[in-house]
């Protein structure tokens, strides 16, 4: 079952624009991760922040958590076309159940 | 260091037959997770090993089944395919059961 949703489904935007994605999740999670996923093929890891923690930057990537509403963000600035891709959050709940739980992605064109 | 390798990238096969596939995660990973990726029901978690035991399943059939051999790899096996289980099944490893690592997956297809 899925825990989180990603808000928007889908998103269309210019080269050099912010991107903005956000993610809800249902349960008390230990960490929350996003994932890029180019065509079908396998997911890649970009960034992990930990349930103590409020924002992370790598990059060009900005990640914003909120644990009293059960969000996050993810910030894409100045994207670029190769950035095109679909882009999920996934938890890590507490409690023992140590697999990740993914939402349904945004996916994001970036036009040139 | 080599990355997640998933074989084969892409499979087809009938109804009714049975299909195995193959993981071999990061070296000195332990932990090896499997997910089936549909367009309707997204990323599905199917289950984890950690040490040549399963330590999660998810809300999969019996003929879902899985294990991990004693150098990590790990193998999955769907029996008496169904035109449900066409799907891209993705393989992940990781060290601390936090951070993972994704192989390219094995497009499976039941025709």
């Known amino acids: 079952s899925q825990q989180g949703e990603e808000d928007p489904q889908a998103l269309s935007i210019q080269e050099g624009e912010n991107a903005t994605m956000n993610c809800s999740y249902k349960t008390s999670i230990n960490n929350l991760q996003w994932y890029r996923q180019n065509s079908g093929r396998g997911l890649v890891h970009l960034i992990l922040?930990?349930?103590?923690?409020r924002e992370k930057h790598s990059g060009r990537l900005r990640v914003t958590l909120d644990t009293s509403k059960k969000s996050s963000s993810l910030l894409i600035t100045a994207s670029r076309a190769a950035d095109t891709a679909s882009y999920f959050c996934a938890t890590f709940p507490q409690g023992g159940s140590e697999k990740l739980v993914f939402g349904k992605g945004t996916k994001l064109t970036v036009n040139p | 260091k080599a990355g997640v390798t998933q074989t084969p990238r892409y499979l087809i096969k009938t109804r009714g037959q049975q299909v195995t596939l193959s993981c071999s995660p990061i070296?000195?990973?332990?932990?090896v997770s499997w997910y089936q990726q549909t367009p309707g029901q997204g990323l599905q978690f199917l289950f984890e090993y950690f040490s040549e035991t399963q330590r999660n399943k998810g809300n999969f059939p019996g003929r879902f089944s899985g294990r991990q051999f004693s150098n990590s790899r790990s193998e999955m096996n769907v029996s008496t395919l169904e035109l449900g289980d066409s799907a891209l099944y993705l393989c992940?490893?990781?060290?601390?059961?936090?951070?993972?690592?994704f192989g390219s997956g094995t497009r499976l297809t039941v025709v």
């Open positions: 992940a490893s990781s060290l601390s059961g936090w951070g993972y690592t």
């Open positions: 922040i930990r349930s103590n923690e």
């Open positions: 070296s000195g990973h332990r932990s």
